[in-house]
T-cell receptor
C-alpha cells in the first residue's frame, strides 16, 4: 500500500460527458502528479501541483484541468470526453517540488468512454 | 529537454538467469533517474533511483542499476530472475522544469520462463 488513494477505481461514461477523478496524497507529501496510461501513448505526465499551486504542465489537453485543495487532495477534471480519453489515470505524490524524490503511485482510475 | 529510450519492448529470461533491461536517456539538465515496476492490474512501485550520489544504485528485490554519464545509460540488472519478477518495467527521467518534468520510457515487459 503506497498510502495514495484514488477514487473511483472504475468509471464508465459517454462521449461528451464530464468526470472528476480524485486523489489523496500520502501524509506529508506536498506534490501531486497526474498521469495518463494508454496502450498507444504509454505513461504520460499530465500536470503537477505543489502545495496548492500548479507547478508543471505536461501533455495535458485543454479539455482537462486539475486543482489541489488546501487539504492537499487533488482532482482531475476531464470534460467533453472522447473515445480516445479511455485510459488508466494515475496520481502520484512526493515530498518535493522538483520530482527528484520517490513518487508514490495510487492504484489508478480506469476510465472507459463509450 | 528530456527523453528516455528503453531499447527492448519485451525481454524473456529463464528463472534463475540474469536480467538486463536497457535504458538510455537524454537530458539538458542534471537528471534524476528511476526504475519503476508495474505488475498486472497494479499501480507503479519504485525499484530504485539515482540522484547524483553513488553511480551504482541498489534497489529492492535484488535489482540494481548503474548510471553511466558517458554512455547516457541507466541499465537495470538482477543476477537471478524469479517468477515474481514478471512485470512491466519503466525507466524514468525527471528534473526538468515543466513540459518534460517527468518522462517515462515506453516500458519493457519482462517474462520469466520456469
Amino acid at each position: 500500500d503506497s498510502g495514495v488513494t484514488q477514487t473511483p477505481k472504475h468509471l464508465i461514461t459517454a462521449t461528451g460527458q464530464r468526470v472528476t477523478l480524485r486523489c489523496s496524497p500520502r501524509s506529508g507529501d506536498l506534490s501531486v502528479y497526474w498521469y495518463q496510461q494508454s496502450l498507444d501513448q504509454g505513461l504520460q505526465f499530465l500536470i503537477q501541483y505543489y502545495n496548492g499551486e500548479e507547478r508543471a504542465k505536461g501533455n495535458i489537453l485543454e479539455r482537462f484541468s486539475a486543482q489541489q485543495f488546501p487539504d492537499l487532495h487533488s482532482e482531475l477534471n476531464l470534460s467533453s470526453l472522447e473515445l480516445g480519453d479511455s485510459a488508466l489515470y494515475f496520481c502520484a505524490s512526493s515530498v518535493d517540488l522538483w520530482a527528484r524524490e520517490t513518487q508514490y503511485f495510487g492504484p489508478g482510475t480506469r476510465l472507459l468512454v463509450l | 529537454a528530456q527523453s528516455v529510450t528503453q531499447l527492448d519492448s519485451h525481454v524473456s529470461v529463464s528463472e534463475g538467469t540474469p536480467v538486463l533491461l536497457r535504458c538510455n536517456y537524454s537530458s539538458s539538465y542534471s537528471p534524476s533517474l528511476f526504475w519503476y515496476v508495474q505488475h498486472p492490474n497494479k499501480g507503479l512501485q519504485l525499484l530504485l533511483k539515482y540522484t547524483s550520489a553513488a553511480t551504482l544504485v541498489k534497489g529492492i528485490n535484488g535489482f540494481e542499476a548503474e548510471f553511466k554519464k558517458s554512455e547516457t545509460s541507466f541499465h537495470l540488472t538482477k543476477p537471478s530472475a524469479h517468477m515474481s519478477d514478471a512485470a512491466e518495467y519503466f525507466c524514468v527521467v525527471s528534473g526538468g522544469t515543466s513540459y518534460d518534468k517527468v518522462i517515462f520510457g515506453p516500458g519493457t515487459s519482462l517474462s520469466v520462463i520456469p
